[in-house]
């Protein structure tokens, strides 16, 4: 039996939720992750983030996933920081390890970066 016009629209509509809802979830994974992320920093775990100008130590990550940094071996005051823009699944699961933190479930589940500690 042929499906119909309605049914074709129909099918599509739910797939477009369905990947709407996935979304969804995934942003609100990640939303959790990176609130317990700065929740562990704000309790004195210290976090390095490795770049190519040196390590530089995480003071918080952003709504943005913006890492607002320092350089590591000085204090931090308003004329050192530095924020890294962008979001890399790896260099975010590595700041997570390094914090003590699993992945979210979901996040693991449907994003490209599988690995868990």
């Known amino acids: 039996m042929p499906i119909s016009e309605n049914q074709k629209k129909l099918k599509a509509r739910r797939a477009k939720l369905a990947i709407k809802n996935r979304l969804v979830k995934i942003a ?3 939303d959790i992750e ?5 929740r562990a ?6 976090v ?11 003071d918080k990550v952003d709504y943005n996933f913006d890492y ?3 350089p590591m071996g000085t204090a931090l005051d308003q004329n050192n920081t530095q924020l890294f823009c962008g979001f890399n ?29």
């Open 68 to 70: 607002h940094t320092h």
């Open 28 to 30: 609100r994974a990640l």
């Open 34 to 38: 990176r609130a317990r992320f700065n």
């Open 41 to 46: 920093i704000a309790q004195g775990k210290q």
């Open 89 to 117: 699944d790896k260099t975010w699961a590595d700041l997570l390890k390094q914090a003590g933190i699993r992945r979210h479930p979901t996040v693991v589940r449907y994003t490209s970066y599988k690995k868990e500690i």
């Open 48 to 58: 390095v983030l490795k770049t190519d100008s040196g390590p530089y130590v995480v």
